[in-house]
């Protein structure tokens, strides 16, 4: 699982799911042509692994089905009319057979293309359809053979009845296009009808009894409303899955499904129509862009990110407006926790790992602030412990949309006077203190705070109000984390309260001669990733959460960060 900050929220983002194991799945070269297909292919895509599916569970049923009514049959019930003749009863055990043949198939992992899929659909459908018709004929032939009108009517009404129910199922089941569905659904609606014609042909008897009390019209009648209900429902079906898809589509991107959501948009599981690759797709719907400060923001992030290219940085792929006014970019999908998560789900850190994570933290932020940008909003939950290229506990360093340029103008910092922007449980004293501009210094105590969070699972400083939080960072002593771990080295001590120091001159003055001093630390290298593969092992092993519920959480603190109004 990932995390991505939305906006002042916190997104928690389940582990991807077919991703990771698509690309080595038999049935990859199969589906290699996707690589060169637009948002149609992805839509035809989308009804393969739907029709699968339909079809998978239709095979079982009418399996079941056979399957229960052979068993009726052997003790002694039949449908009155049905005689099961030697040819009938032929039929209905290579029917039995052929219908387990086809659930394994399609229940099975073989790779399957839509076309391949279609044609299973019509076989299936067909056979089943080829048994009614020899039941129809034999309850024809029983009505016939009586000379009674009544039978015939009784044999007519069980079959529309038959057919009626195969149509219905079909047109509600299977995805379709509207021509498809007609021909399929007109195929069905017909066969009883050339049946009935067929054997009127040699006895002219059955036509003029089912003509003669109404059975026959009443039979084209019902086919006629079944076949018109049918076809209509699955062009309705069809172009309310096309709605849906337009509506998951972003330009270029797919969205799978939603992860989150806060002040300032959603997040998305999407994928690249093209490259099939897994992203994180963050938008504004139009309703938040007219909100201009906001889409500022948002835009922000977007050139912020895009000038940095540090391994320990989220990297941004691409940013767009879709037609309907959204904005939106995407960004890469994160396998991991966030640092937040990470200590809620497990506790406090061993300080080599904390030490590992910071040091890459602290990487990214050189880039930035070389580039004289400052982030203004470091906190754990900005923060993740990612799997990449194959390194596990890689610190990717998110969310720069409070991110400001060192010498820019009060103006345009996008926030309201009498706002500070950012968590206060993080917050420099000095940035709500005084009308100073930010810069690496501020950035630097927030790194502080969040190493006191990784290692005693406490922030710096907390009350029970945002005002009262700031006020301690300016006001009160923070508490010597080795009071609350006393596994804490004593050499991480002393960065941790050199980064908190309330004077900004008392603090490192550079990333980089903090980066140095933890790269001096006895346990700087202590963490290995046989030790971070043992961790990740052991939490997949143990925990066992409800991800679709967690990506709509949002932690305590972050509940109360983002615009703090002073």
């Known amino acids: 699982m990932s995390t991505d900050p939305i906006g002042d929220e916190t997104v928690e983002t389940p582990a991807p799911p077919e991703f990771a194991s698509s690309w080595s799945s038999p049935e990859f070269d199969r589906r290699a042509v996707e690589l060169v297909a637009g948002p149609q292919r992805g839509l035809d895509v989308e009804t393969a692994r739907l029709l699968r599916t339909r079809l998978k569970y239709a095979a079982l049923l009418l399996l079941l089905a056979e399957a229960f009514y052979d068993g009726l049959t052997a003790f002694g019930f039949r449908v009155e009319g049905v005689e099961n003749g030697p040819v009938l009863w032929a039929y209905r055990q290579f029917l039995l057979v052929a219908l387990a043949a086809l659930a394994a198939l399609l229940w099975s992992r073989v790779g399957l293309l839509l076309r391949e899929m279609r044609a299973l659909e019509l076989l299936l459908f067909g056979l089943v359809g080829v048994m009614f018709i020899l039941m129809q004929s034999e309850m024809i032939e ?49 066969a009883p009808l050339l049946v009935i014609g067929a054997w009127a042909v040699r006895r002219p008897v059955i036509l003029s ?103 320990n940085t989220v990297e941004i792929f691409d940013y767009g407006r879709a037609e309907d006014g959204t904005f939106y970019y995407a960004m890469e999908y994160l396998p991991g926790l966030s640092l937040q998560e990470i200590v809620e789900r497990q506790g406090p850190v061993q300080p080599a790992r904390a030490v590992h994570l910071m040091r ?120 010597p984390p080795r009071m609350i771990n006393s596994d804490i080295p004593l050499d991480v001590e002393r960065i941790i309260l050199r980064c908190l120091a309330k004077d900004p001159e008392d ?27 043992q961790w990740w092992t052991s939490r997949s092993q143990l925990e066992d959460t409800d991800e679709s519920a967690a990506a709509e959480e949002t932690s305590p603190e972050d509940a109360e960060t983002g615009t703090t109004t002073a």
Not at 163 to 172: D, K, N, R, T, V
Not at 366 to 386: F, M, Q, T, W, Y
Not at 509 to 521: G, I
């Open 209 to 311: 009894h089912l003509s003669g009390g109404g059975g026959f019209p009443e039979m084209i009648r019902s086919l006629a409303v079944v076949f018109t209900t049918a076809v209509y429902g699955s062009y309705k079906i069809g172009a309310l899955r096309q709605e849906a898809f337009e509506a998951r589509q972003l330009g270029q991107y797919r969205l799978k499904r939603r992860l989150g959501r806060g002040g300032m948009g959603e997040v998305y599981l999407a994928e690249h129509d093209l490259m099939k690759r897994p992203c994180a797709v963050k938008i504004i719907r139009p309703g938040r862009s007219a909100d201009m400060k906001t889409l500022a923001r948002f835009e922000r992030e977007v050139r912020a990110v895009a000038r940095l290219t540090h391994w």
């Open 142 to 190: 029983w009505a016939a053979d009586a000379d009674i009108p009544l039978r015939m009517h009784y044999a007519a009404l069980v079959c529309t009845i038959m057919w009626f129910m195969l149509i219905s199922i079909y047109g509600a089941f299977i995805p379709n296009t509207p021509l498809r569905a007609s021909l399929v659904l007109g195929a069905m609606a017909v």
């Open 360 to 479: 890459q933290v602290c990487d990214a932020l050189i880039e930035a602030h070389g580039k004289g940008l400052i982030h203004r909003d470091l906190k754990p939950s900005n923060v993740i412990a990612a799997e990449r290229g194959g390194v596990l506990d890689v610190a990717k360093l998110l969310d720069f949309g409070l991110a400001t340029w060192t010498g820019e103008s009060e103006d345009l910092r996008l926030t309201q006077e009498g706002v500070i922007a950012g968590s206060p449980y993080y917050l420099a004293p000095e940035r709500f203190l005084d009308s100073g501009k930010p810069d690496a210094r501020s950035d630097i105590y927030s790194l502080g705070g969040v190493m006191y969070f990784l290692l005693t699972g406490k922030p710096p400083f907390t009350a029970d109000t945002p005002i009262k939080v700031m006020i301690a960072h300016a006001q009160e002593v923070v508490r």
């Open 507 to 533: 603090r490192f003055q550079t990333v980089a001669e903090l980066q140095r001093e933890l790269a001096a630390c006895e346990c700087a290298d202590a963490w290995t990733q046989e030790l971070a593969r």
